[in-house]
C-alpha cells in the first residue's frame, strides 16, 4: 500500500476529484492548505498600497491505494494539475505499513 499525497492549485480540485472517481479510486481526504514553494506568494494591491501574500491557498489531497492502483492514480492527478506554471504543486508518494478499517476490524488491501 502507498499514501498519495497531491498538493495542488485550488481551482484543479473539482476535474482531479471527477477524474479520479472514473478511476474507482479508493477514497481521498482533501484539506484546504495554505504554503508556498519557488513561487514565494505574490505581491497585491489593494487601496493603493502593496501587500506581500507569503502564503497562497493551495488543497492537499490525500489517498491511500494498493501498490498497483499507484502509477495511474499519479498519473491522472499530475496530467490534470499541471498548467507548466509555477505553482502547480507536487505529489509525494510513501508506503504505507498497514491499515484498519475500525468497524470490520479488516486489516491490509482489503481495508482500503
Do not use: W
Request: net charge neutral; with cysteine; charged share 35%.
Amino acid at each position: 500500500m502507498k499514501k498519495i499525497e497531491a498538493v495542488i492549485r485550488v481551482e484543479k480540485l473539482e476535474e482531479i476529484t471527477g477524474a479520479l472517481e472514473i478511476l474507482s479510486c479508493p477514497g481521498m481526504m482533501i484539506t484546504h492548505i495554505e504554503g508556498h514553494g519557488r513561487q514565494k506568494g505574490l505581491t497585491e494591491q489593494f487601496r493603493g498600497r502593496e501587500y506581500k501574500v507569503n502564503l497562497l491557498p493551495k488543497i492537499k489531497i490525500e489517498i491511500v491505494a494498493k501498490d498497483n492502483d499507484v502509477d495511474k492514480i499519479v498519473d491522472t492527478i499530475a496530467k490534470i494539475a499541471k498548467t507548466g506554471e509555477i505553482g502547480d504543486g507536487k505529489i509525494f508518494i510513501s508506503a504505507i505499513e498497514d491499515a484498519l478499517r475500525i468497524r470490520t476490524g479488516e486489516k491490509g488491501n482489503i481495508a482500503i
